[in-house]
């Protein structure tokens, strides 16, 4: 296992590039200065038919963003992603298919 350290909000390294059959991340989204950019990399460096699984602390659709400001403060974000905003980015950004799985 080779790992390297990086910045994903630098962008990532072009030797990435269709090097990768899964990329999993497990609650860091939420602090990513553009997840378009971020989503479209992950796709770039995913080897044909690979696959982006994540989890995140999202609020729910609908929420308001006042309700969630305390949270957002304490977790170095300044907005939750919604369910629908992740779906609509997937497609967006050039995924195939997303889904959605609530367990809260």
Do not use: W
């Amino acid at each position: 296992v080779d790992v390297k350290l990086c910045n994903f909000n630098d962008g990532l390294p072009e030797e990435f590039t269709g090097k990768f059959t899964h990329v999993i991340s497990c609650e860091v989204l939420c602090h990513a200065a553009s997840k378009p950019g971020l989503f479209k990399d992950l796709q770039r460096i995913l080897k044909p038919g690979g696959a982006f699984v994540f989890t995140d602390i999202m609020g729910a659709d609908g929420a308001d963003e006042k309700v969630l400001k305390d949270f957002t403060d304490r977790n170095a974000t300044t907005k939750m992603a919604r369910p629908s905003e992740y779906l609509e980015l997937l497609k967006e950004t050039g995924y195939k298919q997303g889904s959605f799985m609530d367990f809260s």
